[in-house]
């Protein structure tokens, strides 16, 4: 029993060390942005514009010397690509005080930037073999490359235009006031919301495994105190006491906890060499131990509670040769019944993952498509910039749109109805924006096409000011007159807003059973991402810019087309350039990204619940063994005389299965209230209760005859 609890403990220190790995990479590197700009208070600095008599490199060297004289550390943040495709966050910085800017980071080679540091020269979390790279700063883990870089940089990327941070709340009225002084147009507000964390799982994670790992601790000392039964007995016999006792089990536990601790520490270390060369180690090391230490003090509970269940050993009991066997079949029954819920649980989460998974990857020839698009981001506190009411900043846009159109941008956004089909209700009226309706431009369909009932590929009218074309399926035909009053209804004002009587929508009828890929992932989960036979209305640069530029700010479903491969994004950030909006929009990332970093969650999800969910099955089992001994062992008599007189297998235990069904039973209905996939959960419960009736009696069958003949022969 020693070396059960041994392996039990080493198992649960190694878990939650694990999870403390890939809890503590995620939180630092979701902190890194904060770190690098760390102060008490924080402002957003909006430039407007630039001195108009300056180029955009001048206009970056007197910001950089504002911040100088005004005495604040200035950033700007960038997502760009690099020239393998992948992405990367670079801070451009203009620093007043180095030391305060740079006092949460560390280096791992090199020197940080300073005051005599050139433009080109920049700090990076990887080695990138650049000649201008001057340091690498030390993170725990990388998602994606980090570069600090002189603000001056920005100008070979950025107009001056933009949203920047700044801190040091002492000097922002002078820096307001150099800078208007300078020719530039600012706006400084207080941010109110300093760092915004992402939930992320591992630390329910360890927090569940330890949860039921101690619980399993628990018995397990609980079974070696039955072992011991007549030891400790023996003990109060020799005049021990109750302290006595609880120091012979400290003794007895403590040397095996901290053997495993031991083994499980070596393991880590070693690991950490390996994955990281132990960057960040202080800081990790401190983590894992509020992780580890909160585990020492469960087991001590766990100790304590041992101890205190020794009180039941009696030496009376002890010559009898009789042991608590109903206690320990009631405790193992009830953190059975435990493990079991997170057994469902953990089984459903991994399905469903798995499902999720699948349905992504089966699509992937069509996900791939996304790797020639970007999409668009809005520069932090953008939202009031674009103003609708300003006729130079609506025909700017709508010359904009059509060149990113012309460009091959494409746009899709299917109505609120398919977020999720299981739960949403259709709308009362199915042909409107909340019902069996989708949103796309002309070039959608070059990349999905679509036949008409003529079997050819549907070709569209060219777009006009008085006419909507909306695609519909041959089977609402009969439907036609409703379509066409609910989409003039809901669209004739955002086509002609002067004159929405005039316009008239035009309907192309389409083969059924017509599919349309939403292209992001989070429409139509249910059904592969697909579309099958919507009412399609379709957007062009006609428009109105009011509705027009609220489907570039959706956040998905607009996505440009990229350039060439070594700079992809920089066709569409000119073209952004030349219409002044670059101030507001930008191409932040491969479409495709957001899909290989959806596909690469789930598969880890999954793996975690694979080792979970393995965990769980193979402690399940144990405890069933457990179970059936301690049963054979308190109905033995029972047993042996039913043995005697002839009673079948089904009539001497059908007890037992009626109690497995019921205990699988009341674990089902604990896990009905706390998930909704209430189907999924009871085949799942369906399934285990089977293998529990099969394993249950391969071990009955093994073990019965034996503990019988022992009591018939009266051993």
């Known amino acids: 029993m020693k070396k059960l609890i041994f392996i039990l403990s080493f198992i649960t220190f190694t878990i939650v060390s694990f999870l403390s790995i890939k809890q503590f990479e995620y939180l630092q590197f979701q902190a890194f942005n904060y770190d690098v700009n ?24 007197i910001l950089s010397e504002i911040a100088m004289q005004a005495k604040v550390n200035l950033q700007r943040t960038s997502h760009e690509i690099t020239k393998n495709k992948q992405e990367k966050i670079v801070y451009y910085v203009a620093l007043y005080d180095y030391d305060q800017y740079f006092k949460q980071l560390k280096l791992k080679t090199g020197e940080f930037l300073n005051s005599n540091s050139n433009s080109e020269a920049f700090l990076s979390t990887i080695k990138t073999n650049n000649k201008n790279q001057i340091g690498q700063i030390e993170i725990f883990h990388n998602f994606n490359p980090i570069e600090i870089r002189p603000m001056i940089a920005a100008a070979s990327i950025k107009d001056i235009r933009g949203t920047y941070s700044l801190n040091n709340s002492k000097n922002i009225k002078l820096f307001k006031k150099i800078a208007e002084k300078n020719g530039l147009s600012i706006k400084i507000t207080k941010n109110e919301s300093i760092s915004v964390f992402t939930e992320y799982p591992y630390q329910t994670m360890i927090y569940t495994t330890s949860f039921v790992l101690c619980l399993l601790l628990l018995l397990a000392m609980s079974y070696d105190v039955m072992n011991n039964y007549k030891a400790i007995a023996i003990q109060y016999m020799h005049g021990d006491n109750f302290w006595q006792i609880g120091l012979y089990l400290l003794r007895r536990y403590v040397n095996i906890i901290l053997g495993s601790f031991l083994l499980a520490s070596m393991s880590l270390l070693i690991f950490l060499y390996y994955y990281n060369q132990y960057q960040q180690i202080v800081p990790f090391i401190g983590f894992w131990i509020e992780n580890i230490s909160l585990l020492f003090l469960v087991i001590l509970l766990i100790i304590i509670v041992t101890w205190l269940g020794s009180k039941n050993i009696h030496i009376s009991q002890m010559i009898k040769n009789k042991k608590p066997i109903k206690l320990f079949f009631y405790s193992n029954l009830g953190i059975r019944f435990i493990l079991a819920v997170f057994l469902i649980l953990a089984l459903q989460q991994g399905i469903s993952t798995f499902i999720e998974l699948k349905k992504t990857i089966t699509q992937q020839e069509k996900w ?28 700017r846009f709508k010359n904009l749109y059509k060149e990113l159109e012309d460009q091959g941008a494409i746009y899709i956004a299917p109505s609120y109805y398919y977020f999720n089909q299981k739960n949403n209700e259709l709308n009362p009226n199915p042909w409107g924006m909340e019902g069996k309706q989708i949103v796309i431009n002309r070039n959608y369909l070059s990349i999905n096409p679509v036949y008409g009932i003529d079997g050819e590929k549907l070709q569209l009218p060219i777009p006009n000011k008085s006419e909507i074309t909306v695609l519909v399926p041959k089977k609402y035909e009969a439907n036609q007159e409703d379509i066409k009053t609910t989409i003039k209804k809901d669209y004739s004002m955002m086509l002609n807003h002067e004159n929405p009587d005039s316009v008239q929508i035009k309907i192309l009828y389409v083969k059924n059973e017509q599919s349309y890929f939403t292209f992001t992932t989070q429409m139509a989960v249910d059904t592969n991402y697909q579309i099958i036979d919507p009412i399609v209305v379709v957007l062009t640069h006609e428009f109105e810019p009011m509705y027009t530029s ?14 060439d491969n070594e700079f992809p994004f920089k066709k569409t950030k000119r073209t952004i350039e030349k219409y002044n909006f670059d101030n507001i929009w930008s191409p932040v990332s491969i479409a495709y990204s957001l899909v290989e970093q959806k596909i690469s969650n789930d598969t880890e999800k999954l793996q975690l619940t694979i080792i979970s969910c393995t965990l769980f099955l193979v402690l399940s089992a144990v405890l069933l063994f457990f179970s059936a001994i301690y049963y054979l062992e308190m109905f033995k008599q029972i047993l042996a005389l039913q043995w005697v007189f002839g009673y079948s297998f089904f009539e001497k235990h059908n007890v037992v299965y009626l109690a497995l069904l019921v205990f699988w039973q009341f674990s089902f209905m604990v896990c009905f209230f706390i998930s909704n996939d209430r189907w999924l959960l009871f085949k799942i419960s369906l399934g285990l209760a089977i293998c529990d009736i099969l394993l249950i009696s391969i071990l009955l069958i093994a073990k019965e005859r034996k503990i019988t003949k022992l009591m018939i022969l009266g051993k």
């Open 368 to 395: 791939e498509l996304m790797k020639d698009y970007a999409s668009l981001g809005m520069e932090v506190g953008a939202g009031d910039r674009f103003d609708i009411k300003n006729e130079d900043s609506l025909n």
């Open 38 to 61: 760390y102060s008490e208070e924080n402002f957003v600095l909006e430039i407007k514009e630039g001195n108009p008599q300056k180029n955009k490199v001048e206009n970056f060297k």
């Open 550 to 563: 609220s489907s570039i700010a959706m956040g998905y479903g607009y996505y440009t087309k990229n350039g």
